[in-house]
């Protein structure tokens, strides 16, 4: 790597000077062809995040043809009309900038570190990448590769790779977060080239992206060289695909043993939770922190400390555009039959469900949430993320300065509630996940 880059990286990721918590101020825009444009300036340091947001993942895809949208993550940066194949990631790194990608199950978003006097190099590829891709079999073949490998790499041959892909599909008997997002193999391995094609056409058009840039602009010059690259732009001509949050209610426990090449049993609990931004979600999202978030939290001082039970515990809410998991996963201890780790997991909850949290436990908790959103707020790069997430899923980029109340108006009867409105047995699903050598 360049030195102008790892310098670059490391300024990126320094907070900005003055108070964190000071009110990020934007603008927004649309232009004809449907694209949502947010600018946001700050000129504390000469640099700027371009991030560009599609309303596309693993949720629209066909369920013969999983990956999709992780499949573009990377064809995308194969080369466009006017870039050769294999030259997009060096147009950056000649210009002391950075690059990278990821795909959801909900987007997949697009970004560009850059020096400031390389605004207009980076909306130009950005604007390339949108209207003249080469999606050919050259590319489609080699990137089929790519992805093939990397999910025997991060899922068939790690242990404990396969957790999210067994838990989703018996979570999901009808919503497409059935599928883990780097979708099956043998589809993408036997999908034409024009399906690939099809895919692009519907999904990666100016109406379904958000484009924020952030950092070291004049807003007036940033609006002029967003006009004039990405103005004549076409609409898409086909109607995006929008899956419905169809998943039926739960009414019994599902229970299962997923037998696999680790050392040591895991443990799964995986509730139903409601979409991320609806007001129960504040609630979930604050008791994951209350049994989990650091070594004083509940599950880890009872279960990991206290008993032993356990060498590892984490409650981790999922959250998503559509009602997603919120997932208890343990590893025991030497010893430890997975049974008497999944009671002490059970008997958490209903600590939960049956008594209010104490104020004191409350007001960390809130403490924590506020650390945790001025801390994702203080780069560039984060801020352009968070605003080009708010317009696309709320379609309100102000999130960025007022979800905080929405965490901060979570009272102690809102936390007991939630528990005992999504914490129950008829609403979850428990995987033992165990040692292929215990398969008997």
Known sequence: MKKSVIVLLILLYLPFTGSAQQKIEFEEFTLKNGLHVVLHQDNSLPLIAINIMYHVGSKNENPQRTGFAHFFEHLMFEGT??????????????????????????????????????????????SERLLHPVIDSTGIATQKSVVIEEKKQTIDNRPYGRILYETLKRAYTQHPYRWVIIGDENHIREAEDREFEEFHKMFYVPQNAVLVIAGDIQKTDARNLVEKYFADIP?????????????????????????????????????????????????????GNLLSQGQSSRMYKSMVDEQQLAISVSAIPLGLEHPGLFINLAIPNMGIEPEALEEALDKEIE??????????????????????????????????????????????????????????????????RVAQKYFNKENRVVLYYMPESENN
Do not use: C
Request: aromatic fraction near 10%; proline fraction near 4%.
């Open 235 to 287: 609409a898409g001509a086909k109607e995006i695909y929008r899956p419905e949050a169809s998943e039926p209610a739960k009414t019994s426990e599902v229970r299962d043993i997923v037998y696999d090449n680790v050392q040591l049993p895991a443990i799964i609990q995986a509730y139903h939770i409601p979409s991320q931004g609806d007001d129960d979600y504040y609630a979930v999202e604050m008791l």
């Open 351 to 416: 600590k939960v469900r049956k008594e209010l949290i104490s104020e004191n436990e409350l007001q960390k908790i809130k403490n924590q949430f506020e650390n945790r959103i001025v801390n994702r707020n203080t780069t560039i790069a984060s801020r352009a993320l968070s605003l080009a997430n708010y317009h696309t899923f709320f379609r309100d980029a102000n999130l960025i300065n007022t979800e905080i109340e929405k965490y901060m108006a979570v009272t102690r009867e809102d936390i007991q």
């Open 81 to 126: 009309k006017h870039i050769p194949r294999g030259e997009f990631d060096k147009y950056v790194e000649r210009a002391g900038g950075t690059l990278n990608a990821g795909t959801s199950f909900d987007y997949t978003t697009y970004y560009l570190l850059l020096p400031s006097n390389q605004l207009e190099l980076g909306l130009w590829l950005e």
